[in-house]
T-cell receptor, first 116, second 111 residues
Framework: GAVVSQHPSWVICKSGTSVKIECRSLDFQATTMFWYRQFPKQSLMLMATSNEGSKATYEQGVEKDKFLINHASLTLSTLTVTSAHPEDSSFYIC????????????FGPGTRLTVT | DAKTTQPPSMDCAEGRAANLPCNHSTISGNEYVYWYRQIHSQGPQYIIHGLKNNETNEMASLIITEDRKSSTLILPHATLRDTAVYYCIVRHKAAGNKLTFGGGTRVLVKP
């Protein structure tokens, strides 16, 4: 149980285009989803927290107009990187929590974004 | 959330127990200790968590000192597939599930 998927697993896009990444909880309802970014040889950095049906809460320094997050259902959250630039190339990882008391987060496999 | 300190790297022998230390000297009474690991180019995997009692599951054991200022994750019989970065995270029960990842310990299991 507690499986989280991401799609796509990797994507290459041209500078200036937008890319959408999907995060799905496959066997549980995720009241809260999180988006992280990880640069090579670095740790995960939390970008934003989203609760189903409400606006995402962004961490300091993360541009909300550039990284659009939608959490429209209890099993799906999307991250759209708008007007991507090479410096946005990174490993994007989502996690989901059922919020049922144990509060464990279950992570997706990650999406490798390369902007050329 | 309290900060944690972990050694940046460690090697261990396949088949032997791997003991991964973590210092969290500023932990407060209602903060949990969580351990996750990340195998290269994958998402983090939950391992175990605890408050003050020692915990054991099918993956590992967590030993928390009586003063709760440090803990040790024990992988009882390390395998090559346990090679990963291990993150010790302290999280407040009411922190909205936010996890703050530090540098972790890069564990290399050698044959």
């Amino acid at each position: 149980g507690a499986v989280v998927s991401q799609h796509p697993s990797w994507v290459i896009c041209k500078s200036g285009t937008s890319v959408k990444i999907e995060c799905r909880s496959l066997d549980f309802q995720a009241t809260t989803m999180f988006w992280y970014r990880q640069f090579p040889k670095q740790s995960l950095m939390l970008m934003a927290t989203s609760n189903e049906g409400s606006k995402a809460t962004y961490e300091q320094g993360v541009e909300k107009d550039k990284f659009l997050i939608n959490h429209a259902s209890l099993t799906l959250s999307t991250l759209t990187v708008t007007s991507a630039h090479p410096e946005d190339s990174s490993f994007y990882i989502c996690s989901a929590s059922a919020g049922t008391g144990k509060n464990e987060q279950y992570f997706g496999p990650g999406t490798r974004l390369t902007v050329t | 959330d309290a900060k944690t300190t972990q050694p940046p790297s460690m090697d261990c022998a396949e088949g032997r127990a791997a003991n991964l230390p973590c210092n969290h000297s500023t932990i407060s009474g209602n903060e949990y200790v969580y351990w996750y690991r990340q195998i290269h180019s994958q998402g983090p995997q939950y391992i175990i968590h605890g408050l003050k009692n020692n915990e054991t599951n099918e993956m590992a054991s967590l030993i928390i000192t009586e003063d709760r200022k440090s803990s040790t994750l024990i992988l009882p019989h390390a395998t090559l597939r346990d090679t990963a970065v291990y993150y010790c995270i302290v999280r407040h029960k009411a922190a909205g599930n936010k996890l703050t990842f530090g540098g972790g310990t890069r564990v290399l299991v050698k044959p």
